[in-house]
């Protein structure tokens, strides 16, 4: 029988979700209290991997158990063993078909950043303090939507067997006149995309890109070209979906 757990992390202490042998990930929590509470060896499989210091609001993993298993009482019990910077929100049946990464049709992620000293945001967001060009920044957002290999965008010598994605939102959100988010959804991500996109956007808004200039970072897929890597600890997975059953 295959369930999926349904849950939330602050990523700050982890290594990552996929286990690491020179320190701790979420991976590791979970299959360690799953393992304890069925009384066996537990392997999840998540929807994807985030890497050290990244949140997630939502993220789904599947794990295979011989016996039926009631949901809301593992939940609960899951939620009294793990650390406090991992809840589980649900555990539910699903069918055995159903995987948590490959059956999965979009993930969303936001960026966060703020433009003005904040002690409340410093681990939950970038802190900028030069002027950016938001209107310039989503005009260069939406050209995301018209290509499929972001390779730009990929972690140098990555183990993937393509770069294309198919992005369906990439758009920035003021939320108070501090405060942005950069939203993106797409199939499936490179490993650092999101991180690598709004760096180079972060240069677009800063004019040190022109929109042509970010055109031929996209068609031109190498690495060396787009912008730096934004800090972890302001990117969130915030949301993971699937076919309905």
Known sequence: MRFFVTFSYDGSCY??????????SVQAQLQRALSLLLRDEIIVTGAGRTDAGVHARMMVAHFDYESDIDGRQLAYKLNKLLPRDIAVAQVERVADD????????????????????????????CELHYPLDFNKMNEAARVL?????????????????TTLCHVTVAEWHQTSPT???FEIRANRFLRNMVR????????VGRGRVSLEDFRKIVEGKKRTEAG???????????DVTYPKL
């Not at 939507?145 to 010598?157: P, Q, S, T, V």
Request: net charge negative; proline share 4%.
């Open 228 to 238: 730096e890597s934004m800090p972890a600890h302001a990117l969130f997975l915030e």
């Open 145 to 161: 939507m018209e290509y499929e290999d972001f390779g730009a965008f990929c972690k140098a010598h990555a183990d993937v067997k």
């Open 98 to 125: 159903l995987h948590a990464r490959f059956s999965a049709t979009s993930r969303m992620y936001r960026y966060y950043l703020h433009t003005e000293k904040n002690p409340f945001l410093r681990n939950t967001s």
């Open 179 to 181: 405060t942005w988010y």
């Open 196 to 203: 690598a996109v709004v760096g180079t956007l972060v240069d």
């Open 15 to 24: 290594h990552g979700w996929q286990i690491q042998p020179n320190g701790d």
